[in-house]
């Protein structure tokens, strides 16, 4: 098919107008915290509801299976599923990665296990409960492994 001789200047009109839009500018984040103080009342907090929600209670009377009971008890850990999820986030905004890709990729393995978590919780599965608290444990000490020397292990 031919293209009609006028029609050539609209036609790269149309295109430099497709390709010319300048990108918003980046949300003014403000990063308040230290990477330290996140950790201590952020994250850790948050998956310390996740690991206390389900596990074997051993006690003077007896042995006993612990799990959420009623629908606020299973909205709790939700809640800090969401809050574990969206740490990821914050991990990747400001300097806190300080440009490191690895950084971002255990930002970003922090999410998806939440993620995860989050839809066990909607599932209400208490033995996937139970194992996805070992992945989320995985994702911590993976990232305090690399970017952690000085301890090994977060706090359980
Ligand atoms: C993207 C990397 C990264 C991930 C993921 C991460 N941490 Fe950390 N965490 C750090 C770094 C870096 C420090 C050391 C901060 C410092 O001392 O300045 C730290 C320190 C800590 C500390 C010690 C704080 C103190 O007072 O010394 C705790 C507790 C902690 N993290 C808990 C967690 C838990 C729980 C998770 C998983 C739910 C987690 N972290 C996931 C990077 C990470």
Not at 137 to 148: A, E, G, I, K, P
Request: include cysteine; charged fraction near 20%; aromatic fraction near 6%.
């Amino acid at each position: 098919m031919r293209t009609l001789p006028w029609l050539a200047p609209l036609l790269i009109l149309a295109g430099s107008a497709c390709t010319s839009p300048a990108p918003p500018p980046p949300p003014p984040f403000q990063t308040v915290a230290t990477t330290k103080e996140l950790m201590n009342a952020v994250l850790d907090p948050a998956v310390d509801v996740i690991w206390d929600a389900v596990g074997t209670v051993i006690t003077t009377e007896g042995t006993f299976e612990k799990a959420p009971a009623s629908d606020d008890d299973w909205a709790a850990v939700r809640a800090s599923a969401v809050l574990l999820a969206e740490s990821g986030n914050l991990l990747m905004i400001g300097n806190r990665s300080g440009g490191s890709p690895e950084w971002i990729a255990q930002a970003q393995a922090l999410i998806d296990t939440s993620r995860r978590t989050i839809q066990i919780i909607d599932k209400k599965d208490k033995d996937a409960l139970f194992t996805v608290g070992g992945d989320l444990y995985d994702v911590c000490t993976s990232c305090h492994r690399q970017f952690m020397p000085a301890i090994v292990e977060p706090r359980r």
